[in-house]
Nanobody
Framework: QVQLQESGGGLVQAGGSLRLSCSAS????????MGWFRQAPGKEREFVAA???????TYADSVKGRFTISRDYVKNTVSLQMNTLKPDDTAVYYC????????????WGQGTQVTVSS
């Protein structure tokens, strides 16, 4: 059974940092795109960042220069380092995976709450 499990969320003051991790099990995702999404209260889920082997990482404009996505292909994990956090970054953050060439993300984690206080 394929599972994605996020960890690392929490409460932080504006300007602070958090590091989210996502551990994948049930299959190897080395040939998959792995990404992070977020959903704030009352808003639609939005793309945050994605990474795949051999190409530059991609980021939403709102997080460029502040967030960094990274993958450990041996450990089958993906992380999101979030710096200079803002109250607008408050959301539930989800880890997801999709096959290269397919736009729909096939696998999703349960999400982890990130709350940034002003």
């Amino acid at each position: 059974q394929v599972q994605l499990q996020e960890s690392g969320g929490g409460l932080v003051q504006a300007g602070g940092s958090l590091r989210l991790s996502c551990s994948a099990s049930g299959r190897t995702f080395s040939t998959y795109v792995m990404g992070w999404f977020r959903q704030a209260p009352g808003k639609e889920r939005e793309f945050v960042a994605a990474a795949r082997r051999g190409v530059p990482n991609t980021y939403a404009d709102s997080v460029k220069g502040r967030f960094t996505i990274s993958r450990d292909y041996v450990k089958n994990t993906v992380s999101l380092q979030m710096n200079t956090l803002k109250p607008d970054d408050t959301a539930v953050y989800y880890c997801a995976a999709r096959q290269i060439g397919i736009s729909r993300y096939e696998y999703w984690g349960q999400g982890t709450q990130v709350t940034v206080s002003s």
